[in-house]
Each structure stands twice: as C-alpha cells, then as structure tokens.
C-alpha cells in the first residue's frame, strides 16, 4: 500500500516519425496538463464519524470512514461488496472490497488523501516487466482518442481512456502500468490500483468494469510460491509410452466412429479393448454343436482403432454364452473350446487379414469376484491354454497378463513361477491395474514389479498397466467426484504419468477412451472424450504430454507438494506443462532457459475458472494469455494444468 499516488521517473523516449511530432507533443502537453485537474477533490472525503454501512449481500459493515468516498467515486459498480471488516495492516485501516482495498490515512484527514485505494494492480503483477507491462520508450502515432502517460511508459486510449476520465483518474486508479493486452479471452489494462476489463455484452454503463482485484488479492495471500525452472540440457529420455483402454461401455460396434478423429490427434501407440466375446457376438454354436466364428462386429471395432492411428491390445475376455457353462460371462470356460476360439480370433486377424496385432492380454481382472468365478490356480492354467493358442497361431504376438485390478506382489510372484515350470510357458508382459491410488505407492509397485522379473530375465518382459486413472467410488460407476471430467483429474493423470516414467514403467493405457452413453454429457466417466466427441482436459494434458517428445528437458521445482512440471524443445521450440494436485493455490514463476528468452509464449489454463467444460458444457479451448518469456507469473489454483508453448 502507498499513503500518496507516487509514479515513476518519466522514461526518455524519441519521436519515431517526425510526421506526427507535433501531434504527439500535443497530446502528451494535454495529458500532463490534465493531470492536476484530476488530482483535485471534488466533494468532501470521509470523516471518521460518518455512519458505517451493512451489506446484506457479503454480511460486512462498510466502516464509516470510508463510505463518503465509496459513495463519490462511483459505490457498488467501481469497488463491489465489501469481503471483510474494516482493520488494521501495515498500521493503517483498511477494508478490502471485492475490486479494491480502500486503506485510511489520518495524517491526511480533511484533505483529498484521507482514503486512497491500495496499490492492488501493482501488488498482483509484482515481478512483471516484459510483454504488454514493458514501458514504450517512444509513443507511436496518437489520436484524439489516445494519451502516451511518460510516468510509465504507457499509451491509454478508448473506452479505457474515457473510462479514466470519469470516474476519478490517477487520484483513483493510479496511472497505466500496461499496455492493453487479452487474458483470460478478456480485453483488460492494469492500472496502479486496478485492472480495467471490457466487457462488450454488458450495458453501455458497465461494458467497461473493474477487475475483482480484492477478491484476487484475498485469493493470493497466504498463497506459498512455486518457482519451477526449465534448464536447456542434458536431456534425460523418456521410457514411458502411454496408450488408451476401451471396453463394456457398449454393445454397438460402431462405438468408436465419433472418436476417431479426436483420438487420431493424440498418436498414442496402443488401445486396449476388452469384451471382445461378450459385446461382438464373435461366436454361436450350429446345429451340431460346431463353433460358428462371425468377425464383422470385432472387424469394425479393431478396423476403428486402427482408424486413430493406434494398433489394438486385444484383452481376451470374457466367456461367450456359446463356452459358458450356464451363460454367464464369468464361469470359466472349457478350456479345449477356449483354445480353439483364441486361435481362430489370432488367426483371422494375424493371417488373414494380416494386420499383425503383436499384444494379447489374457482375461480382465480375475482377482474380481465379478469378472471371474474360477480359482487363481484356474486362471494359470487359462492364461498356459491362451498363450499355446496365441503363439501357435502366431509365434510373433506378445502375449501376457494378468491384468489383476490391483498391485499383487505374491500373486505376481506365483503368476512367474508357475510360466517357469511350464515346458511352453512365458510372459511377454506383465500387466495389472492402478486407480486413484498415492503416487508414492505406484511407485513401489513399478520397482517392485521390476525385481520380480529381474529374478525371471528369461522372459524378457516389459511392465505394463493396462488400465488407470483417477479413484473410483462415484454413483453409476463414475470416477470420485466426477474428478475425470476436470483439470483435477487431468493434473492427477499427469502427475501419475510423470512418476511412472521415474519408476521405469513401459506402458501405461488411460482407461477410458470414450465415455459410454448417458443424458448429460459430463457425468463422471473415465473418456479422454465425451460419449458425443466433446474433449476433456485430461485430453488436452496428454495431448501435450505427446508432444513434449522423448527427451526432456531438466526441471527444478522448489515449492508445496503437489506442483510438478515437464519441458521439452522437440521443434527447437520450447514446449511444457505445469500442474498443481495440492490442495491450495501457488504463486507459480516458471524461469525459461536464456536461449528461449526471445520467443513469446502461449499460455493455457485449465482450472475451475478456465476452460471448465463439465462446468459449461462446451469443450472449447481458449488460451488464457500470450507472454514474454520473463513475464510468466500464474496463480495455479488447485487441482490445475497449465500448458505452455512458444509462438
């Protein structure tokens, strides 16, 4: 806070174009001279025993020292609600309102200065100087409808400039310590004590409207900061390859069609698809009791997924009604009809239509009573018969499993042991499942998984899981909270990623694809997408996860818990991703390498506030501002992503 309406030295400048010299000396002369003129008090400010005033609306008193003033320059519209109860800080009185902190000066009772607002504007930028808040040494041509202010190096002009005028000026808001730039999707113009926004669907009265800096400022204090920096070498490669995971969201093979395009854009490797015998009608029995294989369902579901640019990972699931013993999906199957099914299913695919798909997982979470109704040492000898099918169809698959829904570190134990004490046994990969769980304990289970098969190196493995995402625990079999549907979800998404990679994970496939169908389009499903195509912001933060590349770039963060950062230059351009998963805001301040120190940055914010389409229903991405590398100051709130990119 500042007790007078101090400004910085006038900066020197030259006349760029002789042309519009005196043009440019005039309204310069115009706005000096006008300053005085706007200083001067033009009603009696407040006095400590003017009657204090309650606000229904926030249940705050205004103090009585300051309703003269809040009533001259404008009441409710310029400085909002009152937040809080008048008290004292930095050894003055104070009471912030939703735009302004108005602070009380009683060495200046009965003059202009006895109330004056906080250097609000000023606080919140503090540390920006490069882009739209670095001064113009020199004015560019002016109109009659614009002013160069020298005090800061800054032009003011339109509905900004009349804005100023009228309401109160330098003795209110301070002189412009920015040029006028877009944030947010939102025109605007910081001020000493303020930030002016234009809002062109409101009134004529109120298109021009005054940021809610008091709101902001509240938000900030108490706010820990992150410094996050970005080093421009040694590169570190990237082990992680992340992939997506589909199935039992429908019957209708045409489920994908309305995703491929979104899908197509995101470049991941791998879509696991599971159901393949229980949603796609792939086998009757005839009249004999012959097996009766019928492809054109399953066709066009793998046909889709290899449509994104993906190849499928084909979980080989559930029983048939034509092998089930009582119809059900989950009574273990008879094994010789077993056999001869998967060997068909490799053959179609592998010889016949030569599409050489290399992954098949063998059932889908047989540790759950719902998806599985044999013993484990059942699931062993189903997962020996599965493996011959596979390879003797195609002695090039990858086979494995066994894709347990949670870490089991003796079952696993068990699992390799037995592949080893058969004649044709082997694992090509080793799967299971993760959903919600501490990061710290994912990635126990990596390096744990990673011993087990240091003491099987004969079957060369790679570590693979086969499904994650955010917690289950929602109604209708959603994610906790619909957290899927938010930039929680895709901080956590990331976040997780980030540690597996750490840990030495080959694979991890985001379940789910798609959302299955329901009347709201948000309702809490794992989808990367939306059951009608619309994306989500764990869509965007793999999507830039992809582009980053394989070599990334050194990045230190110092700060809470719950911040973490990526950085590459795949393009020799400087690309990353900043998330919070903590459960309070950061004053983040992302440090740029110097060789990145020319470019301009595009900022986007996914948060509660930001690009939020649970919250609007529209998927539209909009970026929250373009900065110079040296200006990149954010308040990350919880439970946020932030992408960045060099323009």
Request: aromatic share 10%; charged share 15%.
């Amino acid at each position: 806070m500042s007790p007078s309406a101090n400004a910085s030295n006038p900066p020197k400048y030259a006349i760029r174009n002789k042309q519009y010299a005196s043009r440019v000396t005039c309204y310069v002369l115009r706005f000096t001279l006008l300053l005085p003129l706007l200083a001067l008090p033009t009603a009696r400010l407040a006095a400590a025993d003017d009657a204090p005033r309650y606000y229904a609306a926030t249940g705050h008193t205004l103090a009585g020292q300051f309703t003269a003033f809040y009533d001259r320059y404008g009441g409710l519209p310029v400085f909002g609600y009152p937040l809080d109860e008048a008290h004292s800080e930095g050894g003055y009185l104070v009471q912030y309102t939703e735009r302004e902190r108005l602070e009380y000066h009683p060495e200046n009772a009965g003059g202009p200065y006895a109330v004056l607002l906080g250097r609000l504007g000023a606080d919140l930028t503090a540390g920006r100087h490069a882009g739209a808040f670095a001064p113009d040494a020199a004015p560019s041509y002016l109109t009659g409808d614009s002013v160069y202010v020298p005090q800061t190096g800054q032009h003011l002009s339109g509905p900004f400039l009349a804005y100023w005028r009228a309401q109160g000026g330098v003795t209110l808001f301070g002189y412009p310590i920015s040029a006028e730039t877009v944030e947010g999707g939102l025109r605007q113009q910081w001020f000493e004590r303020a930030r002016f926004e234009w809002h062109p669907d409101l009134p004529p009265a109120f298109q021009v409207s005054l940021g809610l800096l008091g709101r902001e400022l509240q938000a900030q204090q108490g706010r820990p900061p992150a410094e996050v920096t970005i080093a421009d070498g040694p590169t570190t490669l990237r082990r992680l390859q992340i992939g997506l995971a589909q199935g039992g969201e429908s019957h209708d093979p045409a489920f994908l069609h309305n995703a491929i395009v979104p899908l197509l854009a995101l470049n991941v490797p791998l879509i696991r698809i599971d159901n393949l015998y229980t949603s796609y009608h792939v086998v009757t029995r005839d009249g004999t009791g012959q097996l009766v294989y019928h492809w054109a369902e399953l066709d066009t579901v793998v046909d889709d997924i290899r449509g994104t640019g993906a190849q499928p990972l084909m979980c080989l699931s559930y029983t048939p009604p034509a092998l089930s013993s009582d119809g059900s999906p989950i009574q273990p199957p008879a094994l010789a009809d077993w056999q001869a099914l998967v060997t068909a299913t490799v053959r179609h695919f592998n010889s016949d239509r030569k599409l050489g798909i290399r992954y098949w997982e063998v059932w889908n979470e047989s540790d759950q009573w719902d998806f599985w109704r044999g013993s484990w040492p059942a699931y062993l000898d189903l997962y020996d018969t599965t493996r011959t099918a596979v390879r003797t169809a195609d002695p090039q698959a990858r086979v494995g499993g066994p894709a347990r829904s949670h870490f089991d570190a003796g079952a696993l134990q068990w699992f390799l042991d037995h592949q080893t004490q058969v004649s044709d046994g082997g694992v090509d990969f080793l799967s299971w499942h993760t959903y919600g769980q501490p990061l710290a304990e994912v990635a126990d289970q990596i390096r744990t998984a990673r011993n087990l098969l240091a003491t099987h190196p004969q079957f060369h493995a790679e570590l693979i899981i086969s499904e994650f995402n955010v917690a289950t625990g929602g109604p209708d079999d959603t994610s906790a909270g619909h957290l899927s549907d938010t930039a929680g979800g895709a901080a956590y998404v990331l976040s997780l990623l980030d540690i597996m990679d750490g840990a030495g994970l080959d694979r991890a496939l985001l379940f789910e694809a798609k959302d299955g169908d329901n009347p709201a389009a948000y309702w809490g499903r794992w989808g990367v997408v939306t059951h009608d195509g619309r994306t989500k912001p764990v869509y965007y933060a793999l999507q830039a996860w992809q582009a980053l590349g394989t070599d990334r770039l050194p990045v230190t963060v110092a700060g809470p818990s719950g911040v973490g950062a990526l950085a590459a230059a795949p393009d020799g351009q400087g690309h990353g991703l900043v998330w919070n998963t903590g459960t309070t805001a950061v004053r983040l301040h992302l440090t740029l390498p110097p060789v990145w120190a020319a470019a301009r940055y595009r900022v986007t914010l996914f948060d509660s506030l930001h690009n939020n389409p649970a919250a609007t229903n529209d998927s539209t991405v909009t970026p929250f501002a373009t900065r110079a590398a040296t200006d990149l100051f954010f308040l990350l709130p919880p439970g946020s992503v932030l992408l960045f990119q060099a323009e």
